[in-house]
């Protein structure tokens, strides 16, 4: 496969997880490498959750070196809209990014994004993208929220080279990332949201929370105006419009 804007690939036929193998991977100074699987044995997802993972999807993880890891959220708002550019350039089909880590069309979930990082005496941001190409139908649990590019288009894709346009997309934007432009990056995502404007309930680690998705603000957390008029901010959770 070609090497798309610098980054080394990493190809396999199976394996646990691109993210695990990512964590293996991502030590001697090791920087912009590219891991990706045909297919994961155990794929997961944002709270440990599984990411089925069968032929016929896109694995990938991204693995950068970075001096500190408080701004790795942005990362994920720069994969969601890489996988975004990249589904429209290539099928011009309405897409569009929900709030944190979910790049979605027609309202179902299409790519699932999970960043990890490791610290220590160097860093490392781990941007695993689970993206549905080929898949033909879903589990029960999932299959009225999930939807793959083969289901919406009845057509087939090169994964190779979708890998290759979201690396050049991701690529990009993380040029901004790399200066500190974050606000070009929120800007570059609320061209695409979902979630703003809509009325939302946020199921959180300490509370379930309904009102309007109004902004997202400097460290990526989602506002809600409550219905009382106050606001809160979101840090981590599930959306669901309402
Ligand atoms: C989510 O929606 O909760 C995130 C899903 C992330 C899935 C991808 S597939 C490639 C990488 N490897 C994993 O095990 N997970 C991510």
Redesign the pocket.
């Known amino acids: 496969m070609n090497k798309p804007s610098g980054f080394k690939i990493y190809y396999f036929k199976t394996l646990t997880?691109?993210?695990?193998e990512a964590k293996r991977l991502a030590k001697n100074s090791i920087d912009k490498i590219i891991v990706i699987a045909d297919k994961?044995t155990?794929?997961?997802?944002?709270?440990n959750?599984e990411?089925v993972?069968g032929l016929g999807?896109l694995?990938?993880?991204i693995v950068l070196k970075e001096k500190n890891l408080d701004d790795v959220r942005y990362l994920t708002l720069i994969a969601a809209v890489s996988v975004a550019k990249t589904i429209k350039k290539l099928t011009k089909l309405n897409v569009l990014v929900k709030w944190p880590?979910?790049v979605l069309i027609n309202d179902k979930?299409i790519c699932?994004?999970?960043t990890e990082t490791i610290s220590g005496k160097e860093n490392y941001a781990l941007v695993?993208?689970?993206l549905n190409v080929h898949q033909k139908n879903f589990n029960k649990n999932i299959s009225n929220k999930a939807v793959s590019l083969k289901i919406i288009t009845n057509k087939n894709y090169n994964i190779n080279k979708i890998i290759n346009e979201i690396t050049k997309q991701f690529n990009n934007l993380y040029q901004y990332y790399k200066n500190n432009n974050y606000k070009q990056i929120i800007n570059e995502w609320k061209k695409y949201s979902h979630t703003l404007g809509k009325k939302v309930k946020a199921k959180t680690l300490s509370g379930v929370y309904t009102g309007k998705a109004i902004d997202i603000d400097k460290d990526c957390n989602l506002i809600l105006k409550l219905n009382n008029g106050k606001l809160k901010k979101i840090v981590e959770g599930d959306i669901f419009v309402v």
């Open positions: 997880s691109t993210n695990d994961q155990k794929g997961r997802g944002r709270f959750r990411w993972s999807g694995y990938m993880t880590n979910d979930k699932g994004i999970l695993g993208i689970g």
